[in-house]
């Protein structure tokens, strides 16, 4: 279950954001952007973010999870859609199999609340590595 991982690295994170910050007490709130095509189970992760919390600055804080659908598109005709899971990487447009995946890979953090009631602060967009 690596989604222990990536909330052990949501919690990494936004503590060194709060410590730069300063003056924070608490953190209400994370919220994620989560790709449908990133391997993460929503529920798993919920879980592994409350046990990940525990005895830090965020314990207590609600995550909230945005799904990212999975989108390509076709390098030859340029088609676009949603690739679904298991995702459909050939062409439905042309039958192609040059596909770029647009979207559905994200895992990032895209904002956090303080529990001092200061403004949302978004402490990194950079990608929470995948490492298993």
Do not use: K, N
């Not at 030859?76 to 690739?83: Q, R, T």
């Not at 890979?105 to 895209?110: D, G, H, P, S």
């Amino acid at each position: 279950m690596h989604e222990m991982s990536v909330a052990l690295a949501v919690v990494d994170q936004v503590t060194e954001a709060a410590t730069r910050a300063g003056d924070v007490t608490a953190v209400r709130s994370v919220r994620l952007q989560v790709g449908e095509l990133a391997g993460v189970v929503p529920e798993a992760l919920a879980f592994s973010f409350e046990l990940a919390c525990a005895g830090t600055l965020l314990e207590g804080a609600e995550l909230v999870t945005e799904a990212v659908p999975g989108r390509a598109r076709c390098t030859p005709c340029a088609h676009e859609w949603a690739v679904g899971m298991p995702p459909r990487l050939t062409c439905s447009g042309c039958g192609g199999t040059h596909t770029e995946l647009l979207t559905g890979r994200e895992l990032q953090i895209v904002d956090v609340h303080w529990e001092d009631g200061g403004p949302t602060h978004a402490p990194t967009r950079e990608p929470i590595s995948e490492e298993h």
